[in-house]
Nanobody, 124 residues
C-alpha cells in the first residue's frame, strides 16, 4: 500500500503548483483522501479533504478559494491545485488515505496511510 506525492517545488508568491498523489496497492474509491502540510517548527495541519465518492470537499480556512482538491478513482490518483501561493504556504505536503466509503468528508489526523511528502517553497 503506497501513496507517492509529486509536483512540489519553489515558486514566487502568487504562483501556482499542482501536486499529484499516485496510489497503489488498494482501490482508491474506498478511501477518503486528505492533503496535509507541515511547516518547520509547526504541527501538521489538514489542508483539504475529499470524500471517496461524490467529490465532496472541505478546506482549511487559510486556503479556501486558493486550493482545490480533486481525484480520479479510475486512475487511482488525487491532486491538489494550489493557486495564489503565499510564503506561509511553505511546507512539506502529504497525501493521506482513510478507509471510508461514502460521501462524507472524513480526514482525521490519524489517517490510515501516508505518503512521504513533497516540499513546497514560496518566496520572492
Amino acid at each position: 500500500l503506497q501513496l507517492v506525492e509529486s509536483g512540489g517545488g519553489s515558486v514566487q508568491p502568487g504562483g501556482s503548483l499542482r501536486l499529484s498523489c499516485v496510489v497503489s496497492g488498494f482501490a482508491l474509491e474506498y478511501y477518503s483522501i486528505g492533503w496535509f502540510r507541515q511547516a518547520p517548527g509547526k504541527e501538521r495541519e489538514r489542508v483539504a479533504c475529499i470524500s471517496s465518492i461524490g467529490n465532496n470537499t472541505n478546506y482549511a480556512d487559510s486556503v479556501k478559494g486558493r486550493f482545490a482538491v480533486s481525484r480520479d478513482n479510475t486512475r487511482n490518483m488525487a491532486w491538489l491545485q494550489m493557486n495564489n501561493l503565499k510564503p506561509e504556504d511553505t511546507a512539506v505536503y502529504y497525501c493521506a488515505a482513510r478507509s471510508w466509503y461514502g460521501t462524507g468528508v472524513v480526514c482525521p489526523a490519524n489517517m490510515d496511510y501516508w505518503g512521504r511528502g513533497t516540499q513546497v517553497s514560496v518566496s520572492s
